[in-house]
Structures are given as C-alpha cells and as structure tokens.
T-cell receptor, first 114, second 112 residues
Framework: DVKVTQSSRYLVKRTGEKVFLECVQD?????MFWYRQDPGLGLRLIYF???????EKGDIPEGYSVSREKKERFSLILESASTNQTSMYLC?????????????FGPGTRLTVT | DQQVKQNSPSLSVQEGRISILNCDYT??????FLWYKKYPAEGPTFLIS?????DKNEDGRFTVFLNKSAKHLSLHIVPSQPGDSAVYFC???????????FGQGTELSVKP
C-alpha cells in the first residue's frame, strides 16, 4: 500500500511567517506534487518534481518554493505567508513508469494564515 | 481558463438509485481521464480511469463513459450507497506520465 504522509494536519501561522510543509512517501516514487484545494476551484498544481533536486512550476507557483533533497521527501515553502494562502494543501506521489497515471495523495494540511 | 469543468457543485441522490456525475473538458490533447473521491479531512483516493482509446470502463458499481466528440465524460454509480457520499473530482492528462488537471469537484450526497 502506498503511503503518503504530511507533517501536520492543521497549521495556524501569522502573516509574514515562513512556513514549511513536509511530505514523505514510502513507495520509492520518482514524481511528487503539491496542490492546493479551494472551494469552487478544485485542486490546483503548485509545483512538482520528477527527480531528486529537480522541480517544475505548476499552474500557481507564485509565493511558493519547493525542495527535494531526498527521493522520498518533498517540501513546500511559503517564504512569507499571506492570508490568501489560507487553504488545504495536498501532496501526491506517482511512480516514474510513463504508463502510470494514478497519483497517491496524503491526508492534507489545513493551513490558516491570520 | 478552466480546462476541466464540473458544472454541478452538488448532487443529491436516493440510496439504491443511480448517481451520474458529469465532467467537460476543452483540451483535445487530453488522452487519459481519472476520477477521484474525497472524504472530508482526507486526501483524494483514486476511483477509476479511462484511456481515450476507449469509451467505457467498468469497475464494480462504478462506470466511466467517455464521449470524445463532445469532450465529455461521466461517472455512473449504481446502486448508490450512503458511503458514496463524498466530493468527486475528475482529472485529465495530456500525455503518459504528465501532470493532472483537475475539475472543481461535485459533492455527492446519497440519502438513505
């Protein structure tokens, strides 16, 4: 069974703080993703990584950065949190096999920025 | 611009009846489509998928239909059960191994 874990289920931060969201997967997947989920907007891709130290911008990368130093770990960084970054953040992983489309998601982190 | 659209934010169905969730897309390059199910406070879980070379895929109570000419897919759940109550997302991908584009989601409520 694929397991994707996220460091926190709920997080409350103040405007301007630096925020780290951690994601770890245990299936040796090459690809990892960060999404945010907002009502009426579905899941929107922030960043993804197809290999260690590699990263690609998704559809809404502004205000975020990522780090992938080890294959199993993918971190999302909010350099200076703002209230419009209050959201549910979801991490996902997928095998590197090109025929594999399915992404496996973690439980999510509900971030509130006050 | 929303490349994948789920125009119904919510759907209510009686237990035992059929649930039909719809999804439209605009990008003709999409060649693989997936449905995910999400319960509150949990991450989405994969439900069923279909390749563009097929028009139907079935897995137990769940069937996905693809109409490429209309750029439309639908998920049928028969019979619906209260445990099916969740938010359903459709997603599409342009190429093998590519990123997924998600719709806005439809919240299904199955009433006993």
């Amino acid at each position: 069974d694929v397991k994707v874990t996220q460091s926190s289920r709920y997080l409350v931060k103040r405007t301007g703080e630096k925020v780290f969201l951690e994601c770890v997967q245990d299936m040796d997947h090459e690809n990892m993703f960060w999404y945010r989920q907002d009502p009426g907007l579905g899941l929107r891709l922030i960043y993804f990584s197809y290999d260690v130290k590699m990263k690609e911008k998704g559809d809404i990368p502004e205000g975020y950065s990522v780090s992938r130093e080890k294959k199993e770990r993918f971190s999302l960084i909010l350099e200076s949190a703002s209230t419009n970054q209050t959201s549910m953040y979801l991490c996902a992983s997928r095998a590197g096999d090109p025929s594999s489309y399915e992404q496996y998601f973690g439980p999510g982190t509900r971030l509130t920025v006050t | 611009d929303q490349q994948v659209k789920q125009n119904s934010p919510s759907l209510s169905v009686q237990e035992g009846r059929i649930s039909i969730l719809n999804c439209d897309y605009t990008n003709s390059m999409f060649d693989y489509f997936l449905w995910y199910k999400k319960y509150p406070a949990e991450g989405p879980t994969f439900l069923i998928s279909i390749s563009s070379i097929k028009d139907k895929n079935e897995d137990g109570r769940f069937t996905v239909f693809l109409n490429k000419s209309a750029k439309h897919l639908s998920l049928h759940i028969v019979p619906s059960q209260p445990g099916d109550s969740a938010v359903y997302f459709c997603a599409a991908s342009e190429d093998q191994g590519g990123k997924l584009i998600f719709g806005q989601g439809t919240e299904l409520s199955v009433k006993p």
